[in-house]
């Protein structure tokens, strides 16, 4: 995807919600910013959300803390807001 946007291909750009973890060493924080800043700069609408600490796939690992609950309620808005229930 980072390259399909920087190459200029055509595409489709639904609104995108992206929720990451600053210590993910899976799909890193830096790649994460810089998806963001493409998908942007290619005409897109993108939120990035960065919890402080938190691993690659925080959310399923403990889905009871408070960060997790913090992004599941995030998704939620976002969804709501973008269905037109927000």
Do not use: W
């Amino acid at each position: 995807p980072q390259l399909i946007l920087e190459r200029g291909e055509p595409k489709d750009l639904p609104p995108l919600l992206i929720v990451q973890g600053t210590k993910d060493d899976n799909l890193t924080p830096d790649m994460a910013g810089r998806f963001a800043q493409a998908y942007r700069a290619a005409g897109g609408d993108v939120t990035l959300r960065e919890f402080e600490g938190q691993q690659h796939a925080f959310v399923t690992r403990d889905p009871d803390g408070p960060d997790s609950q913090a992004a599941i309620r995030i998704m939620i808005d976002y969804i709501k807001k973008q269905i037109g229930l927000h």
